[in-house]
């Protein structure tokens, strides 16, 4: 059932009747205030490819234009006619609906919604021909985008524009003439870079020039386009932003924001792999990005959280994947995978943070080049982890393998000769994630060997390959079956592979764009951080229980800046306890953070050497109450923080670098002084995030550690089917089949429960989803 939820301060019941976040039915909403209507589908049809809300308000002279439009065809046309509602004037508040065959205009100041203005599309009239697939309004000036061009319909010049590659015509009739099939007159010679427009988006650049005829200031228009976005300048210029990449020739959504305009790329038709690309002002001349190392798995050479974003840069969201959209706001987008939400300057690598939100978990935000997000789960299912490889240590012989070619000695197994293989089965429970990791000397370089990991009937599999490196790797996969088949192999005769401590358990996933899984030992614990709460805290840390890391080389910082942050609960009475600790078996290269009786809260680091530099600071944190614990190296000095509070700080500019240094979570490095109390929310970044940040991270993830708050999409599903994010409420709302998840930050506050299928506009406090 289509929906209208909310309404506008100036309308009846007030936001402050409704609360904070009021939802109803649409037909009981609309009953409430009078309406007569039997179902909310003779309002917004089923057929709707695109809503949108106008609130003539936000127009530069606050909606006063519609009462200078005595003079239009359409103000003096024949009312109350199946193209023409009962009122002259132009609507308060609009919601335009976009169908494959019609614009409709609906009356927001009346109870009943009824349709104000129609727009027929057939080839010849003014709004053109084509498939409808996008609307929005300002400043009098309404644009659509359809499979053959965009419109622009100018209400107060009471004319229409059509642009088409190329080239710009002009409608031969008035708006009271827009359903005659009179056609247009080319006007110019210049126009967008391709005829299928995908998404629009309209705003007003501060010193814009003022419209002679109609006395506003010129809005500036962007069309995204099957062949890159074009962007139609208030001075009366286009310029095209295209890619050099045949495959992601198209752009799916186009928003402003602070001057600038974002980009989704991807492929012609498909919106599978798609990127996004910044621009923090509108170039001035047509301009071609580079996207040539977008690989065939759609991973970007800079995905978002791993490099700077900004002019020059492109990052992948978790949310890409093949769902298209086109309500894709500047501060969230979504897929089949999920919602992204973003925060910051997106230019500057160390002032961003990015946040995942799916059904199943919500990373809190990952600020700058993050290298890890974990512990950010919802599911309160304790994870016991077993290792699942018998004999990968090779201590004595080769029990537990099938072996061709390789022989063991001094406690590995070595190869030699080309088509080499060891191969075990091992259980596993089809869905769920695991951390295999593996020591490998490679002697060559043609990348013909690695462990290779399929199920049982080689329909699936994933692959690990190591060239000319020795050395701890590891990775994570999914296991497809109820027994998968592990592979040690050698595909070279060019030099010696020997292998040694394979390993197989359950991952805690590392949520971030690097995927670098954790394996669990023992049994952890996990139970929510507050009654009813969504995210779940892990506890129950020991010598035998705890989580481990393989070596990750992304966490090998050098002198170079970094931040780690992780929320915490202690029940400590005596001794220490740690939060994490990433160091070699000697204790060397560490960089750990452990708490203390008396409210103590230790940072603490040494170099390769064992050189120690920490600081220690009393009375910091009391029993029983969650604490955002946050370390930050900014050019050599570490300072630290507790809930956005800054501790102190201590001179550190030793490398940190350590080739064999795994990271222990929940116990130090040799596994002692396990954490008593309970952990989530850790995040390591190859970037120090701003104090401004800090507090900002701070303040949005402490809703989350309340009683009974919501951390995730409602819901089983992830695909994303639309986005709305209204600036005056600072309300993001996402759509999925479930119903729609509506968030204050990273907190959903509320939600519906009926599917959304294709579009949802929010502006004031009203909603309107389709």
Not at 555 to 574: I, P
Request: charged share 15%; proline share 2%.
């Amino acid at each position: 059932m289509s929906k209208l939820i909310g309404t506008n301060p100036n309308q009846v019941p007030s936001n402050a009747d409704l609360g904070s976040a009021a939802f109803m039915d649409a037909k009981d909403f609309l009953t409430s205030r009078g309406s007569s209507l039997s179902a909310i589908d003779t309002i917004i049809p089923k057929t709707a490819v695109d809503v949108f809300i106008y609130d003539t308000s936000k127009d530069s002279d606050g909606g006063a234009w519609r009462k200078r439009t005595q003079h239009t065809s359409w103000y003096n046309e024949r009312l109350n006619t199946t193209t023409r509602g009962s009122r002259k004037d132009f609507p308060a508040v609009a919601v335009i609906v976009s169908e494959t065959t019609q614009v409709t205009i609906y009356d927001g100041d009346h109870p009943d919604m009824p349709m104000w203005m129609v727009f027929n599309i057939l080839s010849g009239n003014m709004a053109g021909g084509g498939n409808q697939l996008a609307v929005t309004m300002l400043n009098g000036i309404l644009v659509t985008g359809a499979s053959g061009y965009a419109m622009q319909i100018e209400f107060i010049s009471d004319r229409g524009v059509d642009w088409f590659t190329n080239q710009k015509y002009l409608y031969k009739g008035n708006i009271e003439q827009r359903n005659d099939t009179l056609a247009f007159n080319l006007i110019e010679s210049y126009g967008i870079v391709n005829n299928v427009v995908n998404d629009v988006a309209m705003t007003v650049l501060p010193n814009a020039p003022i419209d002679a005829a109609t006395g506003l200031p010129v809005p500036t228009i962007a069309v995204a386009t099957s062949g890159g976005t074009s962007v139609i300048r208030d001075d009366g210029s286009v310029v095209d932003i295209t890619t050099n990449n045949a495959s992601y020739t198209s752009t799916h959504s186009v928003k402003f924001k602070d001057g600038g305009v974002y980009n989704q790329f991807g492929q012609a038709g498909n919106g599978a792999y798609s990127y996004y690309y910044i621009f923090n002002t509108i170039p001035a001349a047509d301009t071609q990005i580079s996207l040539n190392n977008l690989t065939a798995t759609g991973q970007a050479p800079d995905a978002f959280g791993t490099a700077n974003v900004g002019v020059g840069n492109t990052f992948d969201l978790i949310g890409g994947g093949s769902t298209v959209l086109r309500e894709i706001e500047p501060v969230a987008a979504g897929g089949d995978r999920g919602l992204t939400m973003l925060s910051g300057n997106l230019g500057v690598r160390s002032q961003n943070e990015v946040a995942f939100v799916t059904s199943t978990y919500n990373t809190g935000w990952m600020p700058g080049d993050i290298k890890l997000a974990t512990l950010s789960d919802t599911s309160a299912a304790d994870v016991t982890g077993t290792e699942l490889v018998t004999n990968g240590t090779f201590d004595s012989d080769t029990s537990g393998w099938s072996v061709s070619g390789f022989s063991q000695s001094s406690g590995v197994i070595t190869s030699s000769t080309s088509t080499s293989q060891a191969d075990q089965t091992i259980t596993t429970t089809s869905g769920e994630t695991y951390v295999v990791s593996f020591d490998i000397t490679a002697n060559h370089a043609d990348g013909q060997n690695g462990v290779y990991i399929r199920n049982s009937d080689s329909s699936s599999h994933v692959d690990f390959r190591v060239s000319d490196q020795t050395g701890s790797f590891s990775g994570t996969f999914q296991a497809t079956g109820s027994s998968m088949v592990i592979r040690l192999y050698n595909g070279s005769s060019a030099g010696t592979v020997s292998y040694d401590n394979i390993s197989v358990r359950i991952a805690e996933e590392d949520r971030s764009v690097n995927g670098n899984g954790l394996q669990v030992f023992g049994t952890v614990k996990k139970t929510p951080v507050a009654a009813g709460a969504d995210l779940v805290s892990y506890s129950g840390f020991s010598a035998s229980n705890y989580i481990h890391q393989p070596h990750n080389d992304d966490l090998s910082f050098g002198v170079g800046d970094y931040s780690v942050m992780c929320w915490f609960n202690s029940s400590l009475t005596t001794g220490a306890g740690y939060l994490f600790d990433r160091g070699d078996s000697a204790g060397h290269s560490r960089i750990a953070a452990y708490l203390q009786t008396g409210g103590n809260v230790v940072t603490y680091t040494t170099n390769s050497a064992g050189t120690v530099a920490y600081a220690a600071y009393a009375n910091s944190y009391i029993n029983s109450a969650w604490y955002l614990y946050t370390a930050v190296r900014r050019s050599a000095v570490i300072y630290t923080y507790v809930n956005g509070r800054l501790l102190g700080s201590f001179y550190q500019n030793q490398s940190l670098n350590n080739d064999d240094a795994p990271l222990s979570v929940g116990t130090r490095y040799n596994k002692v002084e396990g954490f008593v109390g309970s952990l989530a929310l850790m995040r390591w970044s190859a970037t120090a995030p701003s104090e401004e940040q800090i507090k900002k991270i701070y303040d949005d993830e402490k809703a989350l550690f309340q009683e009974n708050a919501k951390a995730t999409l409602y819901g089983t599903s992830n695909a994303i089917t639309a986005l709305a994010y209204d600036n005056d409420t600072k309300l993001l709302h996402a759509g999925t089949s479930a119903g729609r998840s509506v968030f204050q930050g990273l907190r959903r506050i509320d939600n519906t429960t009926d599917a959304v299928g294709t579009a949802i506009s929010a502006v004031n406090g009203m909603v309107v989803e389709e």
